[in-house]
């Protein structure tokens, strides 16, 4: 057990590790100006399981996890279910990584840097699930340095997780050599240890530095696309009046066309995902409603289970679809460009009829769209449900349970399905898909064949809703993941959103033409600060309307009820100029017309299909079956002394 004196000494340097271990590797990761702390971002995390006598793994995972749910927190407040989703992946790859660089530690002298990066950039890959978007990824703490980006395109961003790993564990390696010498048996030099990660930083900066004075030469100029960004962040119940929409899309739009010189008209215009408030596919608007449509397309709603009234509701939906295609049309008929626009499509897929979340091109002259992209990733929890089809009893029972959670969001869309392969669209010459939202998220989009080999695009166009991240800076850790889709792939990213970032990423990595300068690509985010007052005018609102429906019913017109009111009133004019002025601080709305570059090199890293990301995930599983062996091994042999037990601790946690 050890001194009183030692225990306590002991029990705070556990606490204080356990309190700077999700400081140091959130900030690294949420403040811009502070990229250079997530060089050692992992040491206290590192030598909190090393020198921890008992639980150290499972300590150094509730030692970290606040920093990554703070890096989540805007999804948590979209679907609640999120922090517990995150132990799925967390718990295997942080207190399985924490265990198997323990073990490894007191049982090799392998060099510190080299396990700590293998281990860490490949359990990275282990909880970076589709259900949980991986922002917390090392990789992306140095988004902006051009240098150290381009080795993404050799093994994805768990090489530049690797390096940076390879950092705090050179730097704990040193610390652990001077102050806890006990905590390994046989320690890597000092020389091996600085030499390992002095390597690895030489390889990253001479390939980067390469494969950049290379772009000079590969990287070409195509045609002009416009992105758009809008904001449709107005409160209905604030301002019922308030244009949103395609027409302030429209606006926007027709405005920027106007103030382009003839020689900087786009080829293409884009505007966020999820536009068109209503489904303007032609095999759905043109065909009649039938029960068979009805039964599956109302399926997520508030079913009437009335024949005659679920095809009405169908046949009026196909009316307003009908009549937004033509007022899109309409629109780019005057635009005289072609767009692409997102929004809600239905159709019959192995012969069912599914809702879908897609991108269409319309072009001028055409009433109907010419080609359309069906978003493959979804949302869990927001657009996709599990479990829908399944034949046991206990699923289908689940998934019910996360349909009704569904239907008590309001604003929630109905489910949707997801498309089966990415479109190759086409623009003077120039190919380009367009991947949806969280489509670019993982970097599977660039493996389909569809678009990948030599059906490679020449640049990506993709659109986003961000409403949900309330200008924070998820919605920035989420747009982050271009800028290494781009390097892994070789393309430019043009991106059009909504309530978030709008703009273009090189195939270098490199962010151009973005729609309100600078702030909006750099963290922390601008925030929603109206909606604390929001908050207030609909509770004084409510207040509002309580008592004139009493006035009302009672005939209660007397002095002292009319001035409450007239009070009353009076407040939420001024709380709404209030709001309005908040608004128009953070809001960002416009349009940005740039080239974008096309980069005639194809990545290692594409064409393998990310199969160094296999190989990383199963040498992790393997190092854990390792670690777990030598334990076993360590156990069924008698200790030499009490030292011996002292210093290897039987429980290896």
Not at 496 to 512: D, Q, R
Request: glycine share 8%; hydrophobic share 45%.
């Amino acid at each position: 057990m050890g001194p009183p004196n030692q225990r306590w000494k002991r029990a705070a340097t556990i606490c204080a590790l356990s309190l700077l271990a999700p400081i140091v590797l959130y900030v690294s990761m949420s403040i811009d100006g502070a990229w250079p702390v997530i060089f050692v971002a992992l040491v206290p995390w590192l030598l909190l399981v090393l020198t921890t006598q008992r639980m150290a793994p499972m300590i150094g995972y509730l030692a970290l996890f606040p920093g990554f749910y703070a890096m989540h927190r805007e999804v948590g407040n979209v679907f609640a279910a999120y922090p517990a989703l995150c132990l799925v992946p967390f718990v295997p790859a942080i207190v399985g990584g924490g265990y198997a660089l323990r073990v490894l530690a007191k049982r090799t002298a392998l060099p510190l840097t080299l396990m700590v990066g293998l281990l860490w950039s490949a359990g990275e890959l282990v909880r970076n699930t589709q259900i949980v978007p991986g922002w917390h990824r090392l990789a992306t703490a140095l988004h902006a340095q051009l240098w150290a980006l381009q080795v993404c395109d050799l093994f994805g961003m768990a090489a530049l997780s690797f390096a940076i790993a390879c950092s705090s564990g050179a730097v704990a390696a040193l610390i652990l050599r001077r102050y806890w010498p006990d905590s390994r048996p046989r320690h890597a030099s000092a020389r091996s240890e600085l030499l390992a990660v002095t390597a690895v930083w030489i390889v990253v900066a001479s390939y980067g530095a390469y494969r950049l004075h290379e772009g000079k030469r590969t990287i070409i100029q195509g045609p002009r696309v416009m992105v758009v960004q809008s904001d449709d962040f107005n409160d209905r119940e604030v301002f019922p009046t308030q244009s949103s929409g395609i027409r302030g899309l429209f606006a926007t739009t027709s405005s920027a066309l106007r103030s382009a010189a003839p020689s900087e008209r786009p080829a293409l215009i884009a505007w966020p995902e999820s536009v068109l408030d209503g489904t303007i596919s032609p095999e759905f608007t043109e065909v009649p409603a039938t029960d068979a449509m009805a039964q599956r397309l109302l399926r997520a709603e508030q079913i009437s289970h009335d024949s005659a009234t679920d095809r009405s509701r169908i046949a009026l939906a196909q009316t307003q679809g009908r009549a937004q295609r033509q007022a899109v049309t309409s629109m780019v008929r005057s635009f005289g460009v072609p767009l692409i626009v997102g929004g809600g499509a239905s159709t019959v897929r192995r012969g069912q009829w599914q809702r879908m979340n897609s991108a269409f091109l319309i072009e001028p002259g055409q009433d109907v769209p010419t080609a359309r992209h069906d978003k493959m990733t979804l949302f869990f929890g927001y657009e996709w449900l599990p479990w829908s089809e399944s034949s046991v009893g206990a699923l289908r029972a689940a998934h019910q349970w996360l349909l009704r959670a569904h239907n008590a969001q309001p604003q929630w869309p109905p489910w949707i399905a997801a498309g089966d392969s990415p479109t190759l669209f086409s623009v003077e010459g120039a190919r380009f898909a367009v991947p949806i939202c969280f489509e670019t998220e993982w970097p599977d989009f660039a493996f389909y064949p569809s678009i990948s080999g030599e059906n490679k695009p020449d640049f990506w166009l993709q659109i986003a809703n961000d409403w949900w991240g309330n200008h924070s800076d998820d919605v920035l850790r989420s747009v982050r993941f271009n800028i290494f889709r781009a390097v892994e792939a070789r393309v430019t990213v043009a991106r059009s959103g909504n309530g978030g970032f709008t703009g273009f990423v090189a195939p270098t990595g490199e962010v151009y033409g973005v729609v309100g300068g600078p702030r909006m690509a750099r963290m922390p985010g601008v925030g929603r600060p109206e909606l604390p007052w929001i908050a207030r005018y609909k509770a004084l609102n409510e207040e509002l309307q309580e008592r004139l429906s009493t006035q009302a019913q009672r005939a209660n017109n007397t002095v002292a009820t009319q001035q409450q009111i007239d009070s009353l009133s009076e407040q939420l004019r001024s709380l709404r100029r209030q709001i309005r002025q908040l608004l128009l601080r953070s809001r960002t709305t416009g349009a940005s017309i740039e080239h974008v570059r096309i980069d005639r090199r194809r990545s290692p890293y594409a064409r393998m299909k990310g199969a160094s990301d296999t190989v990383l995930q199963a040498g992790f599983w393997l190092a854990l079956l390792a670690a777990w062996r030598l334990e076993r091994r360590s156990r069924s042999k008698p200790s030499d002394s009490k030292d011996s037990r002292q210093t290897d601790d039987p429980q290896g946690v």
